[in-house]
């Protein structure tokens, strides 16, 4: 393999061309040079390859000399191409990942050796047509803003929705109902009451949380418009009657529209960790309860065992999990807003729990499954620390 110290975006063609990107297009950073600029940055608005990225280097240092360089060259929705050359572990290549974090977020990892490109996404691994003329390892990164915008937001739960709405008998249906079944029993709702599923997916909370009580009014949103349709067939046949759902986002929440009382009980469960501006959101969260009201709202536990270990072992990374907050991040930003704590409680055990799950489901047909939601619901409901994947808390708005 050529071992020139400057490498051109034009030595990666074929992983250029599955990108869609245009290696004359790209604007080149050649971090060798970043000593010879006295501190000049490049400016433009646009595609950018950086590298070749070499080993031994102060992570830390060196990506935010890094992000110095090229931020102001890169578009907002355009991409960043890094190029490391010399062989280097999964662990090395994660900690470039959480570096760049939260200025980008990797989206897609190239793998190359003797000629071979193997494409690697959250979708799988596939080759990729033509030859690599150097080995090492490529980031396709883009910022975070772009990646967690309502429009990227809104396709990715179009495209996927069929799968967070899964059937009763499908692998991992009990444990799914189970986890929403949970969340909504953390708080019951009296008798004509209103609900209000804040981001609700296919509404499994909001329901469970109806069904606890008579005649209470459910309404439900969520960014795209198939989650709101699965809601409503959801809460059609599980016979909920004053059911409406409509498309929108935490930071801007549909309801209450103007003229509509705000709820006595909010859900959001698994929502925050997707939102690009959490300050917002908890706005937009406040406006939607009466006061005296109660919230409940869970997420994925950002410390737990597992996530730290995913952090540090995995490349490639959900990026509601490297935006996710931790129990009490969530909370100091609550009480600023007027909600006393009233209970923590952690409910989807960590690793090796959820792996486990998924062989037995997907692997031995469920034959273990029953036993491992016991050991979930034996557990559930201690303090949300390093043990769990998932927290809830509870809180009054005063």
């Not at 470039?96 to 490109?117: E, K, S, T």
């Not at 129990?327 to 090796?352: I, M, S």
């Amino acid at each position: 393999m050529p071992k020139e110290h400057s490498i051109e975006p034009a030595a990666f063609a074929p992983i250029l061309a599955d990108l869609g990107l245009e290696a004359s297009a790209l604007l080149h950073i050649d971090p060798s040079t970043f000593a010879e600029s006295k501190g000049e940055v490049v400016r433009g608005k646009g595609d950018v390859f950086l590298g070749p990225i070499g080993t031994g280097l102060d992570v830390p240092a060196a990506g935010n000399l890094y992000k110095k360089h090229s931020d102001g060259a890169l578009g907002p929705t355009n991409t960043l191409v890094f190029y490391f050359k010399s062989p280097r572990t999964d662990g090395e290549l994660a900690r470039w990942r959480n570096q760049f974090w939260p200025w980008l977020h990797v989206v897609a990892l190239y793998r190359l050796h003797d000629g071979a490109i193997r494409r690697e996404t959250l979708q799988g691994a596939s080759d990729v047509a033509g030859r690599a003329e150097r080995d090492g390892f490529v980031f396709v990164a883009k910022r975070r803003e772009h990646v967690m915008s309502p429009a990227q937001t809104t396709a990715k739960f179009d495209q996927n929705a069929g799968g967070w709405n899964p059937k009763p008998g499908s692998p991992g249906y009990a444990h799914y109902r189970w986890m929403r079944r949970y969340v909504a029993e953390f708080a019951t709702p009296k008798d004509g009451a209103r609900v209000l599923d804040f981001g609700c997916g296919a509404g499994w909370v909001g329901i469970e949380a109806a069904l606890r009580a008579k005649d209470v009014v459910l309404c439900a949103f969520d960014p795209s418009p198939e989650m709101t349709r699965f809601a409503t067939e959801n809460a059609r046949e599980a016979g909920v009657t004053k059911f409406t759902a409509r498309v929108g986002f935490g930071e801007e929440p549909p309801f209450p529209a103007r003229g509509e009382a705000p709820f006595d009980v909010v859900y959001s469960s698994g929502v925050i960790s997707f939102s690009p501006d959490v300050e917002r959101w908890c706005d937009g969260l406040a406006a939607t309860l009466v006061a005296g009201g109660t919230l409940v709202i869970g997420d994925i536990q950002r410390e737990s065992r597992g996530m730290q270990k995913r952090r540090t072992t995995r490349v490639l990374l959900p990026a509601r999990e490297m935006n996710a907050l931790v129990p009490d991040e969530v909370k100091r930003r609550l009480e600023k807003r007027g909600f006393v704590h009233e209970a923590t409680a952690g409910y989807q055990l960590t690793d090796p729990v959820p792996q486990l799950t998924h062989h037995a489901d997907k692997k031995l047909g469920g034959v273990l499954s029953p036993l491992l939601l016991a050991w979930n619901r034996m557990r559930a409901g201690a303090s949300a620390g390093a043990s769990f994947d998932s927290w809830v808390m509870r809180f009054k708005k005063r």
